[in-house]
Nanobody, 116 residues
Framework: QVQLVESGGGLVQPGGSLRLSCAAS????????MRWYRQAPGKERELVAA????????NYAGSVKGRFTIGRDNAKNTVYLQMNNLKPEDTAVYYC?????????WGQGTQVTVSS
């Protein structure tokens, strides 16, 4: 069955870095666009970054542009989110999302906490 499994979250101090990974299985990863979303307590889920199926096009939310980098390895069926210069407002559960047309899959999420 389809699975998206996020990893790499944790507690980090402001200014620190984390690298999230999302391992995909059960579908043809290389033809799906991939996104990272996040949801902070009491807030709606928001789109953080997106990457095309071939990895040749990326988009970022304004709040993370220049600090976060999305990438993918289609040979490993994995998408990444490199997060640098983390801020307390980046604290949230981060979700991996696969999309192709109206078809969409979600992971269970990984917690990122930025605090001193």
């Amino acid at each position: 069955q389809v699975q998206l499994v996020e990893s790499g979250g944790g507690l980090v101090q402001p200014g620190g870095s984390l690298r999230l990974s999302c391992a995909a299985s059960g579908f043809t990863f290389s033809i799906y666009g991939m996104r990272w979303y996040r949801q902070a307590p009491g807030k709606e889920r928001e789109l953080v970054a997106a990457i095309s199926s071939a990895g040749d096009s990326t988009n970022y939310a304004g709040s993370v542009k220049g600090r976060f980098t999305i990438g993918r390895d289609n040979a490993k069926n994995t998408v990444y989110l490199q997060m640098n210069n983390l801020k307390p407002e980046d604290t949230a559960v981060y979700y991996c999302n696969a999309y192709r047309g109206v078809r969409m899959y979600w992971g269970q999420g990984t917690q990122v906490t930025v605090s001193s």
